[in-house]
């Protein structure tokens, strides 16, 4: 304020240059600013029908039906409405992208209920030379696939629409859903979703990208985790049961993208990964693994 006083602008305004007068009426004009400032701000702030201030949240959810978003001309395929789908970068070693509140609560109940009368043990993928007995306890979850077309209430397939339009990889790429039940003490060991053609021998097609969406919460444990995550532990000889690294909470409703390749296709070591066990509680997720060519 004292250098306001000595500027160009400052003698304009006070003209006399009344010296013992100059900083109070400063001080009054920066304290007018202020408070027109603040007042206009409340303005022009989003409101809601009953005229209070909209809190964040329920803005962004008035910005996903496009209402707040002015649309763009659109090509034949395209939507007639901006769709924003808000998303917090994990992790770029490997690519991993969190979705909040990708789908509802109640979605992620229909979801449940629709595999739980299908569950069976889940199977892994072998590599050459292993059983199913040298693999036991390596992946202790239950499971079942569900098809988008096997849901006649329609939720599976608006969030594979949904997943297609986040990861612009379209809807045929995708597998059919796999639904996880891991209950207290199940788990998954760290691995890959992508399949080293030297371990599994020649692949018709490829694992590009994974997206789990949470449908339950879990009281305790349960981790997505990434123990390789920014190159770390690579080199300490990891134990594939153990549940370090970077640990992705479920949260009911929430999704999780990452990328298995690199942009030139070959497997990004980073992606390794695993579920870490459930200490309390149950967790139920649904997994879309993305192919790089059509099923
Ligand atoms: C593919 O890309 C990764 C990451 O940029 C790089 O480390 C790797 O050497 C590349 N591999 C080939 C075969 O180009």
């Known amino acids: 304020m004292a250098m306001m006083r000595s500027d160009r602008r400052g003698r304009v305004l006070w003209g006399l240059g009344r010296r013992k007068l100059a900083l109070p009426v400063a001080i009054l004009y920066c304290s007018l600013f202020f408070l027109a400032g603040f007042f206009g701000s409340m303005l022009f702030s989003p409101k809601g029908h009953s005229g209070e201030a909209v809190p964040r949240t329920r ?42 509140k990708f789908a509802s609560a109640e979605q992620c109940e229909i979801i449940i209920k629709k595999a739980k009368t299908r569950l069976k ?21 239950s499971g079942t696939f569900v098809s988008a077309s096997e849901d006649s209430t329609g939720t599976l397939s608006y969030v594979e629409q949904k997943i297609a339009r986040a ?22 060991a760290s691995h890959y979703d992508a399949f080293n053609p030297a371990e599994y021998g020649p692949q018709k097609s490829q694992r590009v990208a994974s997206f789990l969406l949470y449908l339950s919460d879990v009281e305790e444990g349960g981790e997505t985790m990434f123990p390789f995550e920014n190159g770390a532990n690579m080199d300490i000889g990891y134990d594939y049961q153990q549940c370090i690294g970077l640990k992705v909470k479920p949260r009911k409703g929430d999704g999780l993208l990452f990328y298995s390749l690199f942009t030139n296709g070959t497997i990004d070591p980073t992606s390794l990964h695993g579920s870490c066990p459930v200490i309390k509680g149950e967790k139920w997720v649904a997994t879309k693994w993305i192919r790089d060519k059509k099923n």
């Open 59 to 100: 803005y962004m959810e008035m910005a996903d039906d496009g209402g707040e978003l002015l649309a763009m001309p659109h090509g034949e395929s395209g939507d007639p409405n901006p769709h924003p789908i808000p998303f917090q970068v994990l992790s770029w070693k490997p690519r991993a992208l969190y979705f909040p």
């Open 121 to 141: 043990p889940s199977t892994l993928a072998l590599r050459k030379g292993e059983t199913e007995d040298t693999t036991k306890g390596v992946r202790t979850s």
């Open 167 to 188: 990861t612009m990889i379209p809807r045929e790429n995708g597998e059919a859903f796999n639904i996880l039940r891991y209950e207290i003490g199940q788990k998954y």
